[in-house]
């Protein structure tokens, strides 16, 4: 199974902040890579595929990044609303996994 | 719009069975796979189980093998899970998600709003 290591496990930043999120896969999956958000009691929700690709709607603040077996989601100036827990998948090989999330809160 | 409703969750004692089912619309259904994902009260993202468009493809977690059953009936635009065997550890809100493509493995997932299973008893 391809293991995905995300971090940090949780961040607490300013609005404003630039805010950056790691995800390491355990091995080469191309571009295969999703990153979805959770916000407390709700679904996870898409915000970008294919590593780089912001599904639509999601706010250009929003941007992913990486290939082979590091990627990164950054958000360029945080705002209140994007207090969530932030998750990447890779679907290069089954079983489809996901990384351990990070949960980025305001400081 | 995209809308998956999930049901049939439940408080069941271990050991026992439970049925969940997923209704699709807003989409077209038979063309995309369709894939089941758990998450347990606080933690993370599990997937469960994933059918192509056709399901003439299926994968399962290794945790799930041989107890859990997933299918569809394109006529009636929905997914199905049969769980068996049921455990303490399968406690978990379970999401019916769609995939992006007919491929299980192709596949990128908007979400239900998820049906919680909790076993104990």
Known sequence: ?107 | EVQLVESGGDLVQPGRSLSLSCAASGFTFDDYAMHWVRQAPGKGLEWVSGISWNSGSIGYADSVKGRFTISRDNAKNSLYLQMSSLRAEDTAFYYCAKGSSGSILRSRFNWGQGTLVTVSS
């Open chain 1, 1 to 107: 199974d391809i293991q995905m290591t995300q971090s940090p496990s949780s961040l607490s930043a300013s609005v404003g902040d630039r805010v950056t999120i790691t995800c390491q896969a355990s091995q080469d999956i191309s571009n295969y890579l999703n990153w979805y958000q959770q916000k407390p009691g709700k679904a996870p929700k898409l915000l970008i595929y294919d590593a780089s690709n912001l599904e639509t709607g999601v706010p250009s603040r929003f941007s992913g990044s990486g290939s082979g077996t590091d990627f990164t989601v950054t958000i360029s100036s945080l705002q209140p609303e994007d207090i969530a827990t932030y998750y990447c998948q890779q679907y290069d090989n089954l079983p489809l996994t996901f990384g351990g999330g990070t949960k980025v809160e305001i400081k």
